[in-house]
């Protein structure tokens, strides 16, 4: 075999390991799950302490968000259509939720913290709700967090525009008063089911 | 009673002011709801949705798109590898089967204005100029609405809707 066809064949495997090593970090197993005799689910294996700055500059920990429950969101101000549609479904769930949706914090979390500094992101949470809390951080903070909750993101450049955009996963996080993880929804789930799970945590 | 009918002209003034046409013909096509969402004063891309019905029986393509409002339009989809959202240019343009309608929506093929010149504000009208394969050209102006809204049809968060007093868009104005 000529040497750059062995070379070649190597990287495939090592990209091929590296893409199933991802896709299975990116899976949640059934023993990632706790559920309670009822079936509710009552913790999934994610989340957990983080460091961040949220959008008035202010320097939080996830101990500011105890007490209520949590929709966390993480995307970028620069993302054209995906990140508008998600945070739109956040507010219509607060929406579905009435009186109850003060005891519901929407949180978003960004994946650009080097655009999204607290000045941009508070432009931009404004424009969907009057609620919503943006998150940023340092580099690091923010590969942190989104370990945690198992969050894929990377930078993608196109030399055809001056701009960079961004691929990620899109889930949207439920955090109980306690700060555990207790459900995460794919990006189109109906704001009405979002709603819905948040009352049956409620009644417990 | 003078009151009533003074306040009845201001409304019909007011809602003819705002009206946009939410139909451009096009040959066989109609191009149907253009609209686009708000944005900050810091991104660099909007979107535009629309519909596009080919009452033909060719087969015709959306190829390009140009719009005085950014320094570049393109056509894109959203594809879902795995649960990693990922945006795509459309190479050969969108199609547009005969006889069908195609429709560009969040989270689906949407045009995308790269490098915006302005920010695009709830209310305001986007001009694109639409170039199709067989049909030609034409340009025709979405609406801005809010930055989360689901659109002209769709349920959105606040009441009031940018001109949007009757149903469906003013073409009985």
Sequence with gaps: MKKSTRIGLILAIILVAALAALAEWLVIRDDDI?????????????????????????????????????????????????CPTALADVALVLDELGRDSMAVTPIMITIDPKRDK??????YITLFHDRIIGLTGT?????????????????????????????????????????????????????????????????? | MFLKILFSFIMIAFIHSSAVASEFQLGNLTISDPWSRATSSHQMSGVVYLRILNSGNQTDRLIKAVSIHSEKVTLHDMILDGDIMKMQSIKNGVEIPANSEVELKPGAKHIMLMGLKRRLDRGQTVSVTLHFQHAGMTEIKALVFDAGSRGPKGKNLKGNMPGNHSKNGHKSH
């Design chain 1, 34 to 82: 706790t559920k309670n005799p009822n079936g509710l689910i009552t913790s999934v294996k994610m989340g957990g302490a983080f460091n961040l700055i949220d959008h008035k500059g202010n320097t939080v920990t996830e101990k500011n968000f105890l007490g209520n429950y949590v929709l966390v969101f993480f995307g970028y101000t620069f993302c054209p259509d995906v």
């Design chain 1, 118 to 123: 607290p000045d941009v992101l508070s432009e």
């Design chain 1, 139 to 204: 580099e690091k903070q923010i590969k942190e967090v989104a370990e945690k909750y198992r969050v894929f993101y990377r930078r993608v450049d196109d030399q055809e525009y001056s701009f960079y955009l961004m691929d990620h996963t899109s889930f949207i996080y439920l955090v109980d008063p306690k700060g555990t993880v207790i459900s995460l929804f794919r990006y189109g789930t109906p704001p009405s089911e979002i709603a819905d799970t948040i009352r049956k945590h409620m009644k417990g």
